[in-house]
């Protein structure tokens, strides 16, 4: 099973950047589809961007144009480029494998 570790979360202006990633051990991740999900406080984890072995990619329409995920297979990595950062993107940030393996997790808070 494939263990997971982020890391890059913080706090942030409205409008600045911040970089996440995603480190995976115990499993090579190249065939896996690597996600990104958030979770607010008193809301459920929803959706943000996931990327495909081939390098396809797909985001929640909330993210769309601000938000590139990335992937290092050499590195066994997954990262998640976010800019023009809005407070509604406060949350705990947490990486996902294949739909099964899911990481600790990593706070983003967004002031206004």
């Known amino acids: 099973q494939v263990q997971l570790v982020e890391s890059g979360g913080g706090l942030v202006q409205s409008g600045g950047s911040l970089r996440l990633s995603c480190a995976a051990s115990?499993?090579?991740?190249?065939?896996?589809?690597m996600g990104w999900y958030r979770q607010a406080p008193g809301k459920q984890r929803e959706f943000v961007a996931h990327?495909?072995?081939?390098?396809?990619?797909n985001y929640a329409d909330s993210v769309k144009g601000r938000f590139t995920i990335s992937r290092d297979n050499a590195k066994n990595t997954v990262s998640l480029q976010m800019n023009s950062l809005k407070p509604e993107d406060t949350a705990v940030y947490y990486c996902?494998?294949?739909?099964?393996?899911w990481g600790q997790g990593t706070q983003v808070t967004v002031s206004s």
């Open positions: 996902n494998a294949d739909g099964n393996s």
């Open positions: 115990g499993s090579i991740i190249r065939l896996y589809v």
């Open positions: 990327i495909i072995s081939g390098g396809s990619t």
